[in-house]
């Protein structure tokens, strides 16, 4: 779980300020922290098919989210996926 401070943070450095939180880049960074939060529950406990549904769902909606801004502002894009290390 991300705690409360750590989806501040998040929000203000992607978003600007605190209540920007409907910011495609914002949904992606809080997407990607969670995505990366439950990596290690899978390492544990790969028979956990309930929650890996849920799991997959966020890695679906990152995906559409991403998509969505490289088709609005490819230079937002590639500035969003090098600060958040993700391989495109």
Excluded: C, W
């Amino acid at each position: 779980m991300i705690t409360k401070k750590r989806r501040e943070e998040i929000i203000k450095e992607f978003g600007g300020n605190v209540k920007n939180t409907g910011s495609s880049i914002v949904q992606i960074a809080l997407l990607t922290e969670e995505i990366e939060d439950l990596k290690p529950h899978f390492e544990i406990n790969k028979k956990d098919n309930h929650s890996r549904r849920g799991f997959l769902a966020k890695i679906s909606k990152r995906k559409k989210l991403l998509s969505y801004v490289k088709k609005n502002d490819y230079d937002l894009y590639q500035d969003t996926i090098k600060k958040l290390g993700l391989r495109k």
